[in-house]
């Protein structure tokens, strides 16, 4: 019964993972950039969320627009930020996405404070419950979100025109401008798609939590990463089962001995195996 | 040169007038980072202080003047704040808004410029022990630890008890206090197990520890990971007491807990919510007016620092004095905290109060007065 209960965690975990690694890998993908202000668009949909839904009262609506807005401000951070240092080494795109991640904390720390608020939330879906074994209406949420978000996905790269374009400029963006591929378009939609995944995420994570602050993006600022390298940099499907991966490891390495590491040491500590033994992870390909 | 030399004198002059008649107070707290909210609830704490005193007549007929900065709880930055606060404004004592590593890297650079220094609500017991000069206004995390037993044993009657532990110096300390007097009582601990700071996801060790059937939980936390463990808790259908500390003494526990799983928590604190002492009332009624949340331990605990602080600037302003000042302190009246006395190794003697949260309210439960303990002497 135990493992079962665990196992549903590892799904919820799993799945918050993924949300907030497939945007990541998605950008990497297609511009090389170790784009860290991820996690401050991660913590802008949140608070995004948390406002909206103050004024609205309606969860959706502050899930979807919230999801929209970091979109459109993921796709201006390309176009007015990284746009201009895509050509220097690339040590300085990373240094530019730091600064620009701890200028995003600490503006969310001006305007809202330093102090954690509770986001809280009623929905329509049962609690269920067998014995010892429940699910909860918050973790069956963040299932079904996350469910229908990986088809979605699925179904944009694999079968539309705009998947076909972002899988060319991933590949050699010079090769598919030259076969008439808009590539600056499509960058801007990867960094749309990737920011709203983000706000998505975090939103969840707020709600599943009950709260949001400044910095809740810390963590997740690197240890989105460890799912990417797991995963294989730029592969989206390396994200996916990279994100469920760890989610087990670390529910039921917990489980067995207890915390006699942090979570987050657990994550490092199987990307630094990675990185020795598969540095191009599950489903990397190599760089050129 | 010469011109340089008189506008220097000139200034120093305007300053000097300019601040006669002021007494300067130090203070550092993180302000920005993630420990930012407990740092800005000590500074307000510690500024609403400073205004209940000036407003009725300052020390010895000076003003109070707070000179705050912010440490990041960054431990370096706390010790170039400890030099900048002593060397360059002069302040006659030091409060420590932070947390334990912060505090503990400062307290040596106060003590060796020979500099009072205050300890608000960081618990590490090695605090105190830097030198002669520095005082703590929080309970000693090992009495607060017994406390938390005796409610455990002796009030509750709990046989079979389960511990966890927040990996640090506060919730360590805590724990020790907690075990050592829990089995002097005759009760049995049949789960112990510690977790990382910050962890939000317990359900798992919470399976684990359901399996041993305690009578009481007691978990070392601070709010937000108290959140998660009540509300965790019940998820999984445990309904035993879970006993907190002062940690979990902010409003923002009950906030974050969802569904009102944080009522019948108990915990063991230094501020009393229902007291009917005039001070703590409008302590807590001006904290919520003025900066529009309500009072926290964090923010009685900084209150009671500057409080302190005032004490030993009465009988003088040379540390020796300051030190003989706190050290004299019996019953202080403007304390939120009940600080009865300080023990010759500069810890607060003080009755612990149980609260318990009841309709998303936290209220007496009961006080602690035993001497044996609450002697930090012990």
């Known amino acids: ?288 | 040169m010469k011109k340089f030399l008189a506008f220097s004198l000139i200034l120093a002059l305007s300053l000097t007038l300019l601040f006669a008649g002021t007494y300067k107070i130090g203070f550092f707290a993180p302000l920005t980072g993630w420990a930012a909210a407990d740092g800005s609830s000590a500074l307000h704490g510690a500024e609403l202080a400073i205004q209940y005193i000036n407003d009725s007549g300052g020390v010895n007929g000076n003003k109070l003047k707070l000179i705050y900065y912010d440490d990041a709880m960054n431990t370096a930055q706390a010790v170039s704040i400890a030099y900048k606060l002593v060397q360059q404004d002069h302040v006659l004592i030091a409060i420590s808004g932070s947390y334990s590593s912060t505090t503990r890297a400062a307290a040596g650079i106060y003590q060796r410029l020979g500099v009072p220094m205050i300890s608000a609500y960081a618990v590490h017991p090695q605090i105190t022990k830097t030198g002669n000069l520095i005082f703590r206004v929080g309970t000693l995390a090992t009495v607060e630890g017994r406390a938390g037993a005796y409610l455990a044993v002796k009030i509750l009657g709990a046989k079979r008890i389960a511990v966890l532990t927040i990996d640090n110096d506060f919730g360590t300390s805590l724990t020790k206090g907690f075990i050592e007097e829990a089995k002097k009582l005759g009760a049995q601990i049949v789960y112990s197990t510690k977790y990382p700071l910050g962890e939000t996801e317990f359900r798992t060790i919470l399976n684990t520890l359901k399996q041993s059937k305690p009578d009481v939980i007691y978990a070392t936390a601070y709010y937000a990971e108290a959140a998660h463990i009540v509300f965790q808790a019940k998820q999984l259908g445990i309904y035993v007491p879970i006993i907190g500390q002062e940690g979990y003494d902010s409003p923002k526990f009950i906030q974050l807990s969802e569904g009102g799983s944080s009522n019948d928590t108990l915990i063991t604190t230094d501020l009393n919510r229902d007291s009917s002492k005039s001070i703590v009332q409008w302590f807590l009624k001006t904290y919520k007016e003025k900066y529009g949340i309500a009072a926290d331990m964090v923010s009685a605990s900084a209150f009671d620092a500057v409080q302190v602080a005032a004490a030993g600037l009465k009988s003088g302003t040379t540390p020796n004095k300051i030190r003989e000042g706190i050290l004299s302190i019996k019953s202080l009246k403007t304390s939120v905290t009940d600080i009865e006395h300080y023990t010759k190794s500069r810890e607060v003697f003080r009755p612990i109060t149980v609260q318990i949260v009841l309709a998303g309210k936290f209220h007496f439960f009961r006080e602690i007065t035993d001497p044996d303990v609450l002697n930090p002497e012990r």
């Open chain 1, 1 to 288: 019964m135990e493992f079962w209960q665990n196992s549903i965690n590892v799904l919820v975990l799993g799945s918050i993972y993924v949300l907030i690694a497939v945007g990541l890998s998605m950008i990497y993908g297609i511009l090389r950039v170790l784009h860290i202000a991820h996690a401050g668009i991660y913590t802008l949909g949140a608070f995004l969320s948390l406002s909206i839904m103050e004024v609205t009262g309606n969860f959706w609506i502050a899930l979807i627009l919230s999801a929209i807005i970091s979109g459109f401000l993921g796709a201006l951070m390309y176009r007015y930020v990284y746009k201009f240092v895509l050509k220097e080494e690339r040590i300085v795109p990373l240094i530019v996405s730091v600064g620009l991640f701890i200028t995003m904390q600490d503006l969310y720390r001006i305007i809202y404070g330093p102090y954690k608020y509770p986001f809280s939330i009623s929905i329509p879906i049962p609690y269920i419950r067998a014995g010892n074994f429940y699910i909860s209406p918050l973790q069956m949420l963040i299932l079904i979100i996350t469910g229908i978000i990986l088809i979605g996905l699925y179904f944009v790269l694999n079968k539309t025109r705009i998947g076909v374009g972002l899988k060319a400029c991933a590949n050699d963006s010079q090769m598919a401008a030259a076969v008439g591929v808009n590539t600056k378009l499509t960058i801007a939609l990867a960094f749309f798609m990737g920011s709203a995944l983000a706000a998505v995420a975090g939103t969840l994570v707020g709600v599943y939590d009950n709260s949001v602050y400044p910095t809740m993006g810390s963590t997740v600022s690197y240890k989105a990463f460890v799912v990417v390298v797991l995963g294989g940099f730029g592969s989206l499907k390396g994200s996916v089962i990279a994100g469920f991966l760890l989610a087990a490891a670390e529910v039921f390495l917990v489980a067995w001995k207890g915390f006699f590491l942090p979570r987050d040491a657990i994550g490092f500590l199987v990307m630094i195996l990675f990185l020795i033994f598969l540095p191009n992870g599950l489903f990397g390909r190599k760089e050129r």
